[in-house]
C-alpha cells in the first residue's frame, strides 16, 4: 500500500482503474463491478457474489450502506490492514511455507528453544510489524 490516502474508495463510482488497486478485488471482479453498478447500487452482499474477497477489501472499500472498516490513523491502523492482508494459513504448523530465506526464522527460534506455538507467533509479530513499516 504506496497510496494509503486514496482509499477508501466507494465501488459504486470509483474508476476501473481505482478498483484494480483494492486488495480483495482481482480483474474479474472490478470487471462486474464496473458492469453491475450500471444497473444499481452496489452493498456488501452484491460484492460477495461477485467473488471480491471482503476480508481484504473491507478496509479500502465503502458502498451502499457500509462505510468501511475503519482500521484507525497511524501505524496501529496500518499493522491492522497488514494483518487482515497476511494469508492466516502461510503461518500454519501443519504446512511448509516455501522462504528465500534460508534457514526459516521459525526453525531458528524452535532451534535455539522457543516453543513452535511462540515461535510463530512471534514470527508473525515481526512481519506485521515490518510490513506496517513500509506502508
Known sequence: ????????????RAP???LLRVPG??????????????????GLDELK????????AQYFITCNGFSGAHPGRGTAGRERITQALIDP???GGNCEQLSLFTPPAVDNLITQGVAPRAALRMVREEAVQ??????
Open 1 to 12: 500500500m504506496q497510496h494509503y490516502g486514496l482509499f477508501p474508495v466507494d465501488v459504486n
Open 16 to 18: 476501473f482503474e481505482m
Open 25 to 42: 478485488i482481482g480483474p474479474k471482479s472490478a470487471r462486474r463491478i464496473w458492469h453491475a453498478r450500471k444497473l444499481s447500487s452496489l
Open 49 to 56: 457474489r461477485m467473488g471480491v474477497v471482503l476480508k481484504r
Open 89 to 91: 494459513n502461510v503461518f
Open 130 to 135: 515490518c510490513l506496517a513499516k513500509a506502508l
